[in-house]
């Protein structure tokens, strides 16, 4: 059997805000699982990615620029590998996430989906939003101000201008979800699936887990919120992916936000071979379709 050779894409710096270390850590323990199946893999900047490209047609991924979604989309029509998808980091971008679960049934805020020089006050209250987070809606988060917690219409009203001062055109807002704030990591096609209340932990990349703060244990299915995940993932397209969601005081559960490879920080050992199993799985399926 021929060597398998992967091009790992490792994400860029600007992309992983408090996490470059964690992110660094599970994308070489994924790649050091595939090299012990047997497979050469290369690691490569971004930046080395989109300046040079890559020979390999087997493409590994943690990319987040826009420069090089497209580019990996490019090669997937191609036909080549990609892992996670380019369409499918593409649908983790707020807007698009945001349509995607709400048109096909996924438990989800409700929401609004804005221009940030629209005039919002008489929306948000028609639609009986209160405390709500605006989440700007063309691209990834880079930033803590990104992502912004409002108690009000008129507060809201206030942050959607500085968005839009700050070039950022479109913008969603989810009404505010009480309850337990979970944090989950899952592998698509694998039995890996890990969740814990990040607050309780500990764990944050820019604060917010102290909006809802300490979880109160609220019982909830969770095999139910493992095929909610699993759905999600299906409907986005993304393999490796990890999130956030809220259980209410009825136990009804709801995400708040999916991710395109994640930093599985506490989970970082469990989850490198699943993540390389999911790869092999999917190079025998792209080597049969090719014969």
Known sequence: MAEIKIAGIMRAGAYSPNHIGNDTAIFNAAAEQLRKRGCLVNIYSEEQFNGAGV???????????????????????????????????????????????????????DSLIVDTDEAVKPMLKKSGFKSCWIKRGDFHAMHKEDVSYVRHPEEAQEVLQEYFLRGIKRAVINVHLEGDLIKFYGVRGTAFFYWFYPFDAGHSKYGYEAVNGKSQGIKFDEQELKDICNRAADELNVEVYGGDCIVGADGKMRIIDFNDW???????????????????GMVKEWEQKRK
Request: glycine content about 6%; aromatic content about 4%.
């Open 55 to 109: 020979s390999e047609d087997i493409i590994l991924n943690m990319c987040r620029e826009r420069e090089s979604i497209e580019r990996l989309q490019r090669l997937e029509d191609e036909g080549r590998l990609v892992v996670n998808s380019g369409y499918g980091i593409e649908n983790c971008t707020r807007e698009r996430m945001t349509r995607i679960l709400l048109g096909n049934g996924i438990p989800y805020p």
């Open 262 to 280: 994640p930093s599985f920080a506490p989970c970082r050992a469990e989850a490198a071979p699943h993540i390389a199993k999911r790869v092999l």
